[in-house]
């Protein structure tokens, strides 16, 4: 059996994201080198099946006026989120979080928010995927982390919302809406780091 090792070159323009994020913000080099850490350890970071975590990509949107944040209740952890999911394979996390945006919205028209004229995530996270078992007990996926990079994007178009299956529901919400749904660290994270393009 021909087994075919990829080597570093598929991880390098994630590698150079975190240098470019790290530059920006200083203060968050421990999760930044826990990302960087599996990034550079693991060849198949981009895939679902790599343990103890993997890579994800998510997106932070604004609505068309810029006043309103798009919100998931999501299916399986039965909370509300930033739309997002797995890499499966793609090594551009930015393209990760637009066709997320783009099936759990049923929105297709993003542009990202560029800062400094450049592409950069709005935030970094990693957090624990608790185990799920199905009625009977058994276990169906075991706990796992998220190696979360998220991007800021906003809609260009005010087409009505499409639920998928992933979703219990889809809301826009103002930002005083989000403070008043989560107590949650990472969203109100990149809530306040998005007030800087909010109307």
Not at 50 to 55: A, K, N, Y
Not at 56 to 81: C, Q
Not at 184 to 199: D, G, V
């Amino acid at each position: 059996m021909k087994v075919t090792i990829r080597g570093t070159m598929h991880r390098r323009p994630l590698l150079e994201l975190l240098n470019r994020y790290q530059h920006r913000y200083p203060n968050e080099q421990g999760v930044i080198d826990k990302i960087r850490r599996l990034v550079e350890s693991r060849d198949d970071c981009f895939e679902r099946s790599c343990r103890p975590g993997h890579l994800t990509g998510s997106a932070w949107i604004l609505a068309t006026d810029r006043r309103r944040i798009l919100l998931t209740h999501h299916r399986k952890l039965n909370r509300w989120l930033q739309l997002g999911g797995h890499a499966d394979g793609q090594i551009h996390v930015d393209q990760v979080a637009l066709r997320e945006a783009q099936e759990e919205s049923g929105l297709q028209q993003f542009r990202f928010v560029l800062q400094n004229q450049s592409l950069l995530p709005l935030d970094v996270d990693v957090h624990t995927i608790p185990e799920r078992r199905d009625l009977s007990g058994k276990l169906i996926e075991g706990a796992h982390e998220h190696h979360d990079i998220r991007f800021l994007l906003i809609a260009e178009s005010d087409d009505p919302l499409q639920v998928s299956d992933e979703s219990h529901a889809l809301r826009w919400f103002t930002p005083s809406e989000v403070e008043a749904l989560t107590r949650e660290e990472s969203l109100l994270r990149m809530l306040y780091k998005a007030q800087p393009w909010m109307a």
